[in-house]
């Protein structure tokens, strides 16, 4: 293998990094509840003051509010947003800033993992991204299930995050990816290929990043 890239890796990046931003947020003002998945939630139990007029804020309110309140019951979980959003923000990559945080509070990654890939499978339209890169917008047209099974499991988030690191790797992308399948779990190797292979066959061109012998 060459310097080939990954298919896709820094568009994933950027998608990524916009649900980081849309879910680390103050503290909402939704009522915190018990049992939240046993229980149907009231339409507007998620919406904090002034989100109404954000549609990307909205969104994710309205389409991840079960998830939202179960970060909001958890310290681990609202400790590890605040880490997300400072390591963003300070000019990280969305998937440095994963691995990292998720190294020091694992606790609140297993929370975190669900509500981003919740955000990231209903909201990237909302938040602009499906219109400005025609690579994520395949995803949400032909990959979204698969990249919301493997993002939604802390154990393939971590792989996704990692493969997505090796993005800079050059000629050693190849070798850095084999070290993050190999930490990985069988599950989540499983999940990961199924996601990988459909951007490969639906999203080459899109991406137009597929890695390739030379």
Same mark, same amino acid.
């Given at each position: 293998?060459?310097?080939?890239?990954?298919?896709?890796?820094?568009?994933?990046?950027?998608?990524?990094?916009?649900?980081?931003?849309?879910?680390?947020?103050?503290?909402?003002?939704?009522?915190?509840?018990?049992?939240?998945?046993?229980?149907?939630?009231? &339409? %507007?139990?998620?919406? !904090?003051?002034?989100?109404?007029? +954000?549609?990307?804020? =909205?969104?994710?309110?309205?389409?991840? *509010? #079960?998830?939202?309140?179960?970060?909001?019951?958890?310290?681990?979980?609202?400790?590890?947003?605040?880490?997300?959003?400072?390591?963003?923000?300070?000019?990280?990559?969305?998937?440095?800033?994963?691995?990292?945080?998720?190294?020091?509070?694992?606790?609140?990654?297993?929370?975190?993992?669900?509500?981003?890939?919740?955000?990231?499978?209903?909201?990237?339209?909302?938040?602009?991204?499906?219109?400005?890169?025609?690579?994520?917008?395949?995803?949400?047209?032909?990959? &979204? %299930?698969?990249?919301? !099974?493997?993002?939604?499991?802390? +154990?393939?988030?971590? =792989?996704?995050?990692?493969?997505?690191? *090796? #993005?800079?790797?050059?000629?050693?992308?190849?070798?850095?990816?084999?070290?993050?399948?190999?930490?990985?779990?069988?599950?989540?190797?499983?999940?990961?290929?199924?996601?990988?292979?459909?951007?490969?066959?639906?999203?080459?061109?899109?991406?137009?990043?597929?890695?390739?012998?030379?």
């Amino acid at each position: 293998m060459g310097a080939a890239r990954h298919l896709g890796l820094a568009a994933r990046a950027a998608a990524v990094a916009v649900a980081i931003l849309a879910i680390a947020l103050p503290a909402m003002s939704c009522t915190s509840l018990l049992g939240v998945s046993e229980i149907e939630l009231p &339409a %507007d139990a998620c919406i !904090a003051d002034g989100d109404s007029n +954000d549609p990307c804020y =909205l969104c994710e309110d309205q389409a991840c *509010c #079960a998830q939202e309140l179960a970060c909001q019951e958890s310290s681990d979980c609202q400790t590890y947003k605040a880490s997300l959003k400072a390591c963003v923000n300070e000019g990280n990559s969305s998937s440095q800033c994963t691995l990292q945080a998720a190294a020091q509070n694992s606790a609140g990654h297993a929370l975190t993992a669900p509500l981003l890939a919740c955000v990231e499978y209903h909201c990237l339209a909302s938040c602009g991204q499906t219109q400005n890169d025609p690579c994520v917008a395949c995803w949400a047209a032909s990959c &979204a %299930d698969l990249i919301y !099974a493997c993002d939604s499991n802390p +154990d393939c988030d971590i =792989l996704d995050n990692c493969n997505q690191s *090796c #993005a800079n790797a050059g000629s050693n992308i190849f070798s850095c990816m084999k070290i993050c399948t190999n930490n990985a779990s069988p599950t989540a190797q499983q999940l990961y290929q199924a996601l990988y292979t459909c951007e490969t066959k639906y999203c080459a061109t899109a991406c137009a990043t597929l890695a390739s012998d030379d």
